[in-house]
């Protein structure tokens, strides 16, 4: 079988250095995000310009196709290359995809920083998504929570950008920022593509975000296989409906030891002793 293990672009400057006026008047450099426009063509064929950091390129262009549901493996590519002196990711196929104008004609705009975008029908294809059985405990919520916490990152030093994590329970297997939460996501959705050969799959995995969960974000979730995720902020109705509906555990407004089991609540194993007995020894 053939295996897709493509150069990884060397990483860019993820921060810049600028000056600004503080509260007292004084001028200070500060450091903010860089972010970088990165047109992906598929086959010579333009398909879209994404806004990101760019540490992981090839991950997020990886990602971003398989989510839109243009290629069933990565099997599929012969290269992904990036060149950031003109800001364009060149993938070749091995075979070409087959009636691409037509496919990406049909483009939502969704509520993802950086305008995220879903090609075609996949609010279509929700009911065809089955989830595996797992379960979270409330401790391990917690220890997810604190995981992020500590992680050192972009935006304790800048701000502006978002984080998306990958857990194994509550072992952390990848940490991704970038401008939006959907690039994230995708960068994570690539990394996981190309773990397929040594049986990587989503039955034990909780996906994180620090930004809303929306449709788009719950969609993506599920198209990993992942039944559990969990964000510092909250939920969007659409999302909501969509959770319900494929059975999914959406955990929101996770922050220190405070939490709102959203859907799938089957799926979290609560133990409200573990609050209960750290609020008597604290008395």
Known sequence: MLNLRPRLTRAVALLQQVSAINELGHCISVSIPAERALTVYVD???????????????????????????????????SITVDWEVGAAAVKTRLGISDIQTRTARRVVTTGCG???MFGDLMAEVDGLALPEATLSQSQLYRIVNTIRLQESTYKSAGSVHACALFCADEMLLFVEDVG??????????????????????????????????????????????????????ITAMAFELAQRLGLCAIGRATNQRFLCYTGAQRLLLAPGLLAGRHSAST
Do not use: C
Not at 53 to 70: D, I, S, W, Y
Not at 198 to 213: A, E, H, N, P, Q
């Open 44 to 78: 010579k064929h333009e398909l879209v310009t994404l806004m990101t950091l760019g540490t992981h390129p090839e991950l997020l262009v990886l990602g971003f196709l398989r989510n839109q549901r243009l290629l069933a493996s990565a099997h599929e590519l012969e």
């Open 115 to 117: 305008q995220g975008s």
């Open 181 to 234: 939460r959907h690039n994230a996501i995708d960068t994570i959705a690539g990394w996981i593509w190309l773990q397929g050969d040594s049986g990587m799959s989503g039955i034990d995995k909780v996906f994180y975000t620090t930004g809303r969960l929306t449709s788009e974000m719950v969609i993506k979730s599920a198209q990993l296989g992942v039944p559990i995720v969990v964000s510092r902020s909250g």
